[in-house]
């Protein structure tokens, strides 16, 4: 096989290979309720997403891009900007994974679920009761504080 | 005065707080304010400097753009430090349960938020939101309540899938042009970006900040989060952070994205965000989640400005923006105070407020005047000048987003003014029943409040001056794509090789 028609296969390997991690992750955060599934569609659509990045500096003629003392004339490296890049996405995909996985355990704590729709119920739940606690005394308690008063 | 400093100095502080507080109780309760103190200081050394000789530009470490990353401090950049830090300020947290860990948190805060105004590299700007949405996550959770937690997982999944959409776009950016700096992504986006991919990458983008800047349709987020925070954190994330989202698309329609169907996506978000907004607001029955929805609304009028090319759009935005940015931080906390001395925020208890605690409804009132944008506040000011902007290109979307405004401020005014028709309500059974505090705004924590009050008049008596100086403010950021060419625009080309 040619180096282009390498090239290509390779291209469509990977941005193929990309673009179906960003789909499959993107199904699991918006489809599935579970938490633990939601964050680890997450970590797939940011595993997808770096590797369009890094295949946007890719070369399959190219070689890495460290510069040792003998460099040899006339070789390719691949761009390390994009490798520079995703490093640090990386970096703050975990932490922010790690976080959210401790927020989870909290969550969990307090609501007894990892259900999605269902915590979004209780905080809407939630926001309704601290109105309608404010409400219901004010509208039973009227003849009693007006009893009170007269 | 180098750009650099207000990035640095509060995240130094961030990671020398902890100790400082081991050494030295007395020494750690003031260090995050000096150190915030010092960005603000540093804010006017800069502003001061721009305006006198034009924008600064620095490149970090040395290393010259594309393979640096590049600071470029221009008035809109320095305006939004001094906010950041100003704001940080007077919105400082209380600690309710671990202050160290909350000071800590705000002054990442705050040196993620300078980077975000002052980065000039699309990236760099990527990881500045990132460390802007990490404190946010954290200062979310400060109550420590079940509701805050859920309020700020929630948040977090939707906007971590946001900031994965925008890094793809990012990375479809760098993959059609061989760089992220700004001002090269201006110069070389004509050829390689103006196309479909441009376009996908743009929305990709869009998405992805637009979450923080409680755009249309990743916000559902913006009433759980405001509702279970505390009201300190509420007014900062709804009057600094989401603005500095807004900022990043600013930058990105008005240097890469100039002139294309960029500017009609983002009129129409904007328009779609105003509208869902306000409608939200009408409906809703607890009175921070009515200002949540209201600020959604504010956002959406800032990115419609935002669509409008050239200064005029520019200088709007920056209008609608500063005024909210202003009110809706003393509204969160004229609204926390109320709810605190009666246990509840809901519509109910607000009735014939007016007559225990005159100065906080007035206030209020005078706050919501303004939102709506009766003259000759400066809400007035904003609304007319976003008008104006929207009536010089006479296109259909144009005149359709005018009506909205329209629409809109009607709509505000129907329940802003229902508010103040509670609080001015004059029913002696009723107030008697609620057992107000006496004055319940007059306490300690009243002090901001009565500051951007105070900011709100001001700024009526010195509408000339400031209207001049958004005017050059709004060239000097609508130049962004002008500064001529780099001269090491071409180390790395579109092939990504190095020779």
């Not at chain 1, 295949?55 to 890495?64: N, T």
């Not at chain 2, 705000?106 to 700007?125: T, V």
């Not at chain 2, 303004?370 to 929207?390: D, E, H, M, T, V």
């Not at chain 2, 001049?468 to 962004?480: N, Y």
Request: hydrophobic share 55%.
């Amino acid at each position: 096989m040619n180096l282009e028609a390498q090239t290509a296969v390779l291209g469509y390997v990977i941005y193929g290979g990309a673009a179906g991690l960003i789909i499959i992750g993107l199904y699991a955060m918006v489809m599935k309720r579970h938490l633990i599934r939601v964050l680890l569609g997450l970590s797939l659509l940011e595993a997808g997403v770096n590797l369009s990045l890094v295949a946007a500096g890719f070369r399959p003629d190219a070689v890495a891009p460290i510069f040792s003392g003998n460099a040899v004339a006339g070789l390719t490296m691949v761009d390390p900007v994009p490798q520079a890049l995703i490093l640090t996405a990386i970096v703050i995909g975990v932490g922010v994974l790690a976080l959210a996985l401790a927020m989870t355990i909290k969550v969990q704590r307090a609501y007894d679920t990892l259900d999605t729709r269902q915590l979004a119920e209780y905080l809407a739940v939630e926001q309704m009761a601290n109105t309608k606690s404010s409400i219901e005394p004010a509208d039973t308690g009227e003849p009693a504080a007006s009893g009170s008063t007269s | 005065m180098n750009p650099v400093l207000p990035i640095v100095i509060p995240m130094l502080a961030a990671l020398l707080l902890p100790m400082a507080q081991r050494a030295h109780a007395i020494a750690g309760r003031w260090f995050g304010i000096a150190a915030t103190a010092v960005n603000v200081l540093i804010a006017i050394g800069l502003w001061t400097s721009v305006s006198n000789q034009g924008p600064l530009t620095e490149s970090v470490g040395g290393f010259i753009a594309p393979l640096g990353i590049m600071l470029r401090a221009d008035l809109f950049a320095v305006l939004f430090v001094f906010a950041v830090s100003a704001m940080a300020l007077l919105l400082w947290p209380r600690g309710e349960n671990d202050r160290v860990r909350e000071e800590t948190l705000m002054l990442l805060l705050i040196s993620g938020g300078c980077g975000m105004a002052l980065s000039a590299d699309l990236f760099n700007l990527y990881v500045f939101y990132e460390l802007v949405a990490v404190a946010s996550y954290g200062l979310i959770t400060s109550r420590a309540s079940g509701a805050s937690y859920a309020a700020a997982l929630r948040f977090l999944i939707l906007s971590a899938a946001g900031s994965a959409l925008a890094l793809l776009g990012i990375a479809m950016v760098y993959s059609a042009t061989g760089t992220l700096n700004l001002v090269q992504l201006a110069q070389l986006a004509p050829e390689s970006l103006h196309g479909p991919l441009g376009m996908t990458a743009f929305t990709l983008m869009l998405l992805g900040f637009g979450v923080k800047a409680e755009l249309f349709p990743l916000n559902t987020w913006v009433p759980e989060v405001y509702t279970a925070a505390s009201a300190r954190v509420s007014a900062y994330l709804a009057g600094i952070v989401s603005k500095l989202a807004l900022i990043v698309v600013l930058r990105l329609v008005m240097t890469a994205y100039a002139h294309t169907d960029a500017t009609s996506l983002l009129l129409v978000v904007g328009m779609i965000t105003a509208l869902s907004g306000e409608l939200a607001a009408l409906r809703a029955t607890d009175l921070r989640r009515i200002l949540s929805y209201s600020s959604i609304g504010q956002l959406g009028l800032a990115a419609m400005a935002f669509s409008i090319p050239g200064s005029l759009g520019v200088m709007a935005g920056t209008a609608v923006m500063l005024h909210h940015l202003v009110v809706k931080p003393a509204l969160f906390l004229l609204a926390e105070q109320w709810q605190s001395s009666s246990d509840s925020s809901s519509m109910a208890r607000l009735t014939g407020l007016a007559s225990r605690s005159p100065w906080s409804a007035a206030l209020f009132l005078l706050l919501a005047l303004s939102l709506i944008g009766i003259p000759p506040l400066p809400g007035f000011w904003a609304k007319y000048l976003l008008i104006s902007a929207l009536l010089t290109e006479a296109s259909v979307w144009q005149v359709l987003a005018t009506g909205l405004v329209i629409v809109v401020t009607v709509v505000k005014t129907v329940y802003f003014m229902g508010i103040a028709q509670r609080l001015y309500q004059r029913d002696a059974e009723e107030s008697s029943r609620l057992q107000w505090q006496s004055e319940v705004g007059l306490q300690q924590p009243f002090t901001p409040v009565a500051v951007l009050g105070g900011l709100v008049v001001l700024s009526v008596l010195l509408a000339a001056p400031l209207g001049d100086t958004l005017e050059r403010l709004s060239t000097q950021t609508v130049e962004f794509s002008g500064v001529p060419a780099m001269r090491s625009a071409s180390i790395v080309t579109s092939e990504g090789a190095l020779p």
